[in-house]
């Protein structure tokens, strides 16, 4: 099956030239300025509209138990939404419950298998460090897993000590994974949650004020030192103080292979969303910071000390006692009203999905902040490079997977729950006037999104087998 895409402005992270794209089954064949029409070839004529890569979001939980419910996009609505939103590879975590890491990578992928609709693959939580653990981290990359994430965080649930940190780190050096780190402090949050609950202080802002940017700040500066001596690569995950660009550029200069990723919702929101009286939907950890401390992270991607934008899509509903039509059926999952009079049992994380590149593009773009080549650096290709699937995702070349974007520049929306197709009932962007959104998305030459119409299915996603990591994948 051959598909001609003619006349769109494709776009890559360091050029854009009008041009014509074939597609045979799931692969972009050829790139030229014209190629001629062939027998049994259907024809899209892309005039006007932008022809992006497939966003590559390297950050989501899927389906994902927190606080005795469950994030409420699986691997099928999550995907879906991520491919309404343009993007059309997504990254989820392994949760480690055991010390038998290969059991629940496979317990993971036969659950996505059958529901993800766009390609997907898996980072693993390390989470508890046992000798049998520190044996089994390299068979990872068999599976395709080259990449782990660490926490400094989350005391007696997810935290590893720096130690083990340290071992972690070294086990990963040599067997060519990438470490990525959550980085809060888990003593100071530990003693201040406490402190503010026998006071009770148990509004959602108070989530804010219990996990302080300082933490944030030294944690960066803790791992990136830990790294050092491990001779490591790190990656640092949701990054949302100004402190942490800070701290990733000193490590940078310092010669470390040190790697950042911010979100867009700490660089569209602050604390002062957490005191609204409907404070809960921005409940996520981290949490979200200060004007300044999005102003040094817009300065961050502007100057290439973060290299990443991903979404940490986590989402639950605002009030999961009401129920929603999804697909034809009504659902309500249980979900931040929870935490109703006490922020700590709020579940932790927010939509994102598929909101991520519509918002950036109004934002990025058409604000004349960054150029489009910009936009598709930070939001497709860097995320691919750093987790081993370019050139099959991210860019736009000969051999590379057709996971493409058909994007009109003149369409203008009020964006909001309407358009977004996440599984919840609310949306952090309701009512975002937006100007460009994605037209067509194609993923492995298979239109699933066309004028707003669902044209996928559950299980067309494929697992990707990621290549191992190399310090100099961003050249
Ligand atoms: O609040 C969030 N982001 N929940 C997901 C877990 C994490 O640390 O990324
Ligand atoms: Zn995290
Ligand atoms: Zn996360």
């Known amino acids: 099956m051959l598909t001609l895409i003619k006349n769109g402005t494709l776009v890559t992270e360091d050029k854009s030239q009008v041009g014509d794209l ?56 999550g995907t879906k939404a991520a491919a309404f939103g343009g993007t059309t590879t997504v990254i989820d975590f392994i949760s480690q419950d055991s010390d038998d890491l290969l059991k629940n990578v496979k317990e993971l992928k036969e659950k996505a298998a059958s529901k993800a609709a766009v390609d997907y ?51 990963a050096r040599d067997n060519g994974i990438l470490t990525m780190l959550h980085a809060e402090n888990g003593d100071v949050i530990e003693i201040m949650v406490k402190e503010a ?63 950042g990723e911010t ?7 602050t604390e002062d969303d957490l005191a609204k009286a409907d404070g809960a939907k921005w409940i996520c950890s981290p949490p979200m910071r200060t004007k300044q401390d999005q102003l040094r992270l817009w300065q961050g991607l502007e100057t ?56 950036l593009w109004t934002e990025m773009v058409v604000s004349g902040r960054f150029t489009v080549n910009q936009f598709v650096k930070l939001t497709c290709t860097n995320p691919a490079k750093l987790f081993g699937m370019y050139p099959q995702k991210g860019t736009l070349q000969t051999g590379s997977d057709a996971d493409l974007v058909l994007w009109d520049p003149n369409k203008k929306l009020q964006y909001g729950i ?46 990707i087998s990621r290549k191992t990591f190399t310090s100099d994948c961003l050249g």
């Open 304 to 359: 290439g000390i973060v290299q990443t934008i991903a979404t940490d899509h986590c989402p639950f509903f605002y009030d999961g006692s009401t129920p929603i039509t999804y697909e034809g059926n009504s659902i309500a999952i249980p979900g931040k009203e929870l935490g109703k009079g006490d922020f700590t049992k709020i579940p932790n994380g927010l939509p994102g999905v598929g909101d991520r590149m519509p918002i």
């Open 418 to 463: 309407a358009y977004s197709q996440q599984r919840t009932d609310y949306n952090l962007y309701e009512g975002w006037k937006l100007n460009g959104y994605p037209v067509s998305v194609y993923s492995r030459g298979e239109l699933i999104v066309e004028q707003g119409r669902w044209l996928g299915k559950p299980g067309r996603g494929k697992f």
């Open 263 to 269: 979100c867009p919702q700490y660089l569209f929101f």
């Open 22 to 77: 074939l597609i045979e089954d799931e692969k972009i064949i050829k790139i030229a300025e014209k190629i001629n029409h062939g027998e049994n070839m259907e024809v899209i004529d892309a005039s006007g509209l932008f022809v992006l890569p497939g966003g590559v979001d390297v950050h989501v939980h899927l389906d994902l138990p927190m606080f005795g419910t469950v994030s409420s996009d699986d691997h099928y609505t």
């Open 197 to 259: 609950v026998e006071a009770q202080h148990l509004s959602p802002d108070w989530h804010a004020k219990t996990r302080p940017s300082w933490g944030a700040v030294e944690s960066v500066m803790r791992a990136s030192a830990i790294s050092a001596m491990a001779d490591a690569p790190l990656y640092i995950v949701h990054m949302n103080a100004g402190g942490e660009v800070d701290l990733l550029e000193y490590a940078q200069t310092h010669g470390l292979k040190v790697f």
């Open 121 to 171: 693959s898996f980072h693993a939580n390390i989470t508890h460090l046992t000798e049998t653990v520190e044996k089994d981290i390299p068979l990872l990359v068999k599976e395709g897993i080259t990449s782990l994430k660490v926490f400094t965080a989350y005391n007696n649930r997810l935290r590893l000590q720096d130690g083990e940190i340290f071992k972690v780190m070294r086990i």
